[in-house]
């Protein structure tokens, strides 16, 4: 008997908590490596929230909004000359077209740091796959679980003019259990 695939709810449910995130990235076109830790805290966020309204505001086009999260992290990459972090947060309104696929509206890209939305679906394999068109680039993310506290990342960003991949990523995310 075939399985139902996880809704876009049940996957974020499986998401929420903290994470410690170890990334690699490979900017192919200056043929450089970067390897990035990150503390990352997913929760969610009332759609009734001054945050939330005023990112709904910035887009012109009618959504149903499901829910929303907020996403922070703090990130340490090998590329720094001192111990310094970065730190940041992103906030997601998720709206679905249907149960396996809709819209994510952004505040902040992946790729490109201006407010955008991003198409996703998931697949039969239960992976959460996210695609954004920015102004000069294309990011395809897929995101699954490897087991309940262990999550996988593959980020490809590709140039939109002529498709040529700029960039790729790999994440291992692991939760932070408390007793």
């Known amino acids: 008997m075939p399985k139902n695939q996880i809704t876009i709810k049940e996957f974020i449910d499986k998401s929420i908590g903290e994470w410690k995130s170890l990334r690699s990235t490979h900017t192919i076109a200056f043929r450089e490596f970067e390897n990035t830790t990150s503390n990352i805290i997913i929760s969610y966020l009332s759609l009734d929230s001054d945050d939330a309204k005023n990112l709904i505001e910035k887009f012109n086009f009618s959504l149903n909004p499901k829910f929303a999260i907020k996403i922070i992290w703090q990130a340490t990459s090998d590329w720094e000359i001192e111990e310094n972090s970065d730190s940041s947060e992103t906030i997601l309104i998720f709206s679905q077209k249907d149960i ?22 998931i697949d039969k394999q239960d992976h959460l796959n996210i ?23 593959y980020s490809l960003i590709k140039n939109k ?19």
């Not at 819209?103 to 679906?121: D, M, P, Q, W």
């Open 100 to 121: 396996n696929s809709g819209i994510i509206l952004r505040n902040k890209g992946y790729a490109e740091l201006i407010h955008t939305y991003s198409n996703y679906f």
């Open 131 to 153: 695609i954004t068109k920015y102004n000069s680039t294309i990011s395809e993310e897929k995101i699954w679980f490897i087991s309940k506290n262990l999550r996988a990342r």
């Open 161 to 179: 003019e002529f498709g040529s991949p700029i960039q790729t990523s790999h994440s291992s995310e692991i939760r932070q259990i408390t007793n």
